[in-house]
């Protein structure tokens, strides 16, 4: 284990940038906004013993009310009101808060369908902003609530996105894809794979909607033709950098050099795989799934992983937590060893003095490093991911990102 002082000095540190910081923050989502923020302050609490942290985490709360309360209406998982929603009910399960969550979500149940079938009536099913991410929220209720009526209201949204996710769907038979806009500049069509955008998101959350009786016979066929599918596309050839390339565009030749991470390549393809094996309780697929992530684990230097930066998306703490979580469900001591090593990784990049806690995210797009204080790209995931380490206890924080 990494020496436990250098990890607790991260989280103070973290845990500071976020009390003193959040307030520059616009949106309440649980992965790139408020409420994500708000989920480190509550565990950081428990796992400190100490409520001095909760209450910055129920400011934070009360301030995304606030924002809604004065007109703040973006809908997105990622970024808006469901992942928000999410995060509140998330945090009343586990008896963070002490909220009527039927009474204060409820109210944002009809927007929120609305959007979710627009999404729907253009093909935009992205998780993190598009119409799975309102099916995972609407999940999340059907889970919880104890009132008949809402439970009646939140299966019959989860069926109707069920049976449009089908009909959306190109079949050969055996296998199921869904096509959408791979690059917005130049239009091109094609799969996307990543769990973050693409298909092996709809595999993922329909592995979860399985699990539930309501739900079998209308997910199985979307379960077993999504993964068949992306076991079509894999190559084991030894000169691919991954498995799986990460997207399948018309009419282009397949680029197997997809990058080592939660949002896309090999290894939240093969968590998702995984976790739809044992939601089927499919030992074939299982095995399957298990040879492909001890394949990611000989992936180690930069130029094989492409990691850049720490965050959870596409950085060394993100990895290092679904190792972490692939040890506590296998005990395979390859993927132990890998949680060490993302871990020293994630510590050795704490290195802009006008970072977060020494941490700063590589912004594609304008090529330039950014302090970020989000779950999914900044030091709100870090922090929760260092938790984890250091807990004795298992935590399901990490269910906003369809892991646990």
């Known amino acids: 284990m990494i020496h436990d002082n250098t990890l607790e000095d991260q989280l103070q540190k973290i845990a500071e940038a976020i009390r003193d910081h959040y307030g520059k923050e616009n949106d309440i989502g649980v992965l790139s906004g408020l409420s994500g923020m708000a ?39 990622c970024t808006g009101i469901a992942g928000f929603g999410w995060a509140v009910q998330h945090l009343t399960k586990e008896e963070f808060l002490s909220l009527d969550c039927d009474d204060l979500l409820g109210q944002f149940d009809e927007y929120l369908y609305t959007q979710m079938k627009s999404d729907l009536a253009v093909g935009y099913y992205d998780y993190l902003h598009g119409a799975i991410g309102q099916g995972h929220y609407f999940l999340s209720r059907y889970q919880n609530t104890e009132n008949t009526d809402l439970k009646l209201r939140y299966r019959s949204y989860l069926d109707e996105l069920i049976k449009t996710l089908e009909k959306l769907s190109i079949s050969n038979g055996k296998t199921l ?36 009786d309501v ?44 990058r080592l991470a939660w949002c896309y390549g090999d290894l939240g393809i093969g968590l998702s795989l995984l976790y739809a094996a044992n939601s089927l309780v499919d030992g074939s697929m299982k095995n399957h799934a298990l040879e492909i992530l001890n394949h990611t684990t000989k992936r180690k ?25 692939l040890w506590e469900n296998t005990k395979h001591e390859s993927f132990k060893e890998l949680v060490d090593f993302w871990i020293a990784d994630g510590i050795q990049k704490a290195i802009y003095e006008d970072g977060h806690a020494g941490y700063k995210q590589w912004n594609v797009p304008v090529q330039s490093w950014t302090p970020r204080l989000s779950l999914l790209d900044g030091v709100a995931g870090i922090g929760l991911v260092i938790i984890d380490y250091l807990s004795e206890e298992p935590n399901s924080w990490d269910e906003c990102l369809m892991i646990s």
């Open 39 to 77: 989920l480190f302050c509550f565990y950081y609490a428990k796992y400190l013993d100490d409520d001095s942290f909760s209450d910055v985490g129920v400011e934070i709360i009360s301030d995304c009310i606030k924002k809604i309360n004065e007109g703040y209406s973006y809908p997105t998982y």
């Open 177 to 212: 894809k869904w096509e959408s806009t791979l690059d917005v500049k130049n239009g091109s069509r094609g799969v996307n794979l990543g769990l973050s955008h693409g298909i092996t998101s709809i595999l993922n959350f329909a592995a979860r909607l399985y699990k539930f």
């Open 215 to 258: 739900f079998k016979e209308s997910t199985r066929k979307i379960i077993i033709g999504s993964a068949n599918y992306i076991f079509d596309v894999e190559d084991k050839r030894p000169e691919n950098l991954s498995l799986f390339p990460f997207r399948v565009e018309t009419d282009a030749p397949l680029e197997y050099n997809s």
């Open 301 to 325: 230097s930069p130029d094989d992983t492409q990691v850049k930066d720490a965050g959870f998306c596409h950085g060394s703490y993100g990895n290092a937590h679904i190792y972490q979580k």
